[in-house]
């Protein structure tokens, strides 16, 4: 097998997806094949050096795709198609856009190849489309019109591509990877200052980030002592700011910024915090529960997939900042509980998370599709 890779980001940290893509080459190098993974670019020299290390198959010259669409979009589509026919791939998976959606037209004039695409997150109407949902539909059916193979990280979005019209037997759900040996619970009664409660993520609307703080505004009247920590940068970070002073709550939250180390970050934790309107399969949510975290996370269809309410943490309406409330409250009070939830998350991630089950089932869908088997996409699922 030669597989081809498309990563439409820039390499930035060697963290968990970027070890799993090297992880990958090396799986498929080990059973006879080739790999190549080709970057959006990159911002950091040391990240790119430690995925060479990993797994010395790199490449990095591909142009930005990002700029002025037309004609840039264009420069990388000329560049992606010498590559494919330079290296002669059986396989050719892309991952982000807006260089995934373009490649999808490159599957016509490469009829011999297995084309297949990661979809990482929620295909919602935004709220810029969301007066033309159809057209948004049209958008999405369009753009995946000739993959062979739709990779979904969460059952949620396979089904509404399904509800698209996204012929169910393409659809594949393989959730994203978790690093669990860099991800590992801290020791037992490590946990002795204050109640710590921790987030990750862009510092965007869709976080939800003033739901979260006024709902631990309400938990912290009533219990001391009590600490937010929320990393990150993001265009809400003056908002956020300012609400933190509206709420009297510049001694307890802290902004910490961007993070280089996010392992010692949960590490640091007692439990996580997500109040996300919607999401795709968040990877702070998987790192969180490797890191034997107990999590407070709000009730949408991507935390669902990831969490049962009650065994790994608990789950809270997005819009009920009260809800989240009640929800710390509940695990400020109740030590036993937070030490069971935060033992089943990282038992969960073991068994669903592991990078090794992604390697493998990944691996394996590329296998159905070199051999002409029909995969068992969603439509095998619900026979």
């Known amino acids: 097998m030669r597989l081809l890779r498309f990563m439409g980001y820039p390499i930035n940290n060697f963290s968990t997806l970027e070890l799993a893509v090297a992880r990958q080459s090396l799986a498929v190098a ?11 670019g990159f911002k950091r020299d040391a990240a790119v050096e430690a995925f060479l290390h990993e797994s010395g198959a790199l490449h990095t010259s591909l142009p930005n795709p990002a700029g002025a669409p037309a004609l840039d979009l264009g420069r990388y589509l000329l560049a992606a198609d010498r590559l494919i026919r330079r290296f002669r791939p059986d396989v050719v998976h892309s991952y982000f ?6 490649l999808n037209e490159l599957a016509l004039l490469h ?21 033309f949902p159809r057209l948004r539909i049209v958008k999405w059916r369009l753009a995946l019109r000739h993959q062979d193979a ?19 037997a393409r659809l594949h759900v393989i959730p994203n990877p978790t690093d669990l040996r860099r991800f590992t619970p801290r020791p037992a009664g490590a946990g002795d200052g204050p109640l710590t409660l921790i987030f990750l993520g862009r510092l965007e609307a869709v976080k939800n980030l003033p739901g979260l703080l006024r709902g631990f505004a309400l938990a912290a009247a009533g219990l001391q002592p009590l600490r937010l920590r929320i990393y990150g940068e993001g265009p809400e970070r003056p908002a956020l700011t300012a609400l933190i002073r509206q709420l009297g709550l510049a001694d307890r939250v802290s902004l910490m910024g961007r ?47 990831m969490i049962h309410a009650g065994r790994e943490g ?5 819009q009920d900042p009260a809800a989240l409330a009640d ?6 009070s109740d030590a036993a509980a937070r030490e069971r939830m935060g033992r089943q998350a990282r038992l969960s991630a073991e068994r669903e998370l592991a990078l090794e089950r992604w390697v493998e089932r990944e691996v394996s869908l590329y296998e159905q599709l070199l051999h002409g088997d029909a995969p068992a996409g969603l439509e095998a699922s619900d026979a």
Do not use: K, N
């Open 111 to 131: 009829p011999r190849v297995r084309f297949v695409r990661s979809i990482g997150s929620t295909p919602v109407p935004s709220s810029r489309g969301a007066r």
């Open 327 to 332: 929800a710390i409250r509940r695990l400020a």
């Open 30 to 40: 080990a059973a006879g094949g080739t790999a190549l993974v080709a970057f959006d």
């Open 314 to 318: 608990l789950l809270f309406p997005a």
């Open 150 to 168: 739709i990779v979904c990280v969460a059952p949620h979005i396979a089904e509404q591509l399904r509800s698209f019209g996204v012929d169910p």
């Open 97 to 102: 856009g807006p260089s995934a959606g373009a």
């Open 259 to 305: 993070t280089d180390d996010v392992p010692g970050a949960l590490r640091q934790a007692d439990a996580y915090v997500q109040a996300s309107h919607h999401e795709g399969a968040p990877a702070a949510v998987g790192e969180a529960m490797a890191s034997g975290l107990p999590l407070l996370l709000s009730d949408i269809p991507a935390h669902r997939s």
